[in-house]
């Protein structure tokens, strides 16, 4: 069973900065595509950060330039860092890990920026 555990969500104001952590199975980070995803209240969950067992990353233009993505093969842990919050980033985060037609999410954890 592949288990994927999340910390670092929490309650910060616009402008500010968070950490999201993603510990993952050695077996997973060998070939899949770890990610991250969010879900606001009303919306679909969407795409907010990618990155490929090679190290490549993708972002969608909402976040691009504020977020990033990496991650510590050592550690074996995906890590999101979120700069330059605003309300709008109000979601749960999903860690996500992805190959072919195995998906598989973290449990989420609740991102709120306020105003």
């Known amino acids: 069973q592949v288990q994927l555990v999340e910390s670092g969500g929490g309650l910060v104001q616009a402008g500010g900065s968070l950490r999201l952590s993603c510990a993952a199975p050695e077996s997973i980070f060998s070939i899949y595509t770890m990610g991250w995803y969010r879900q606001a209240p009303g919306q679909q969950r969407a795409l907010v950060a990618v990155?490929?067992?090679?190290?490549?990353?993708t972002y969608p233009d909402s976040v691009k330039g504020r977020f990033t993505i990496s991650k510590d093969n050592a550690k074996n842990t995906v890590y999101l860092q979120m700069n330059s919050l605003k309300p709008e980033d109000t979601a749960v985060y999903y860690c996500?890990?992805?190959?072919?037609?195995?998906?598989?999410w973290g449990q989420g954890t609740q991102v709120t920026v306020s105003s």
């Open positions: 990155i490929t067992s090679g190290g490549t990353t």
């Open positions: 996500n890990a992805a190959y072919g037609t195995s998906w598989y």
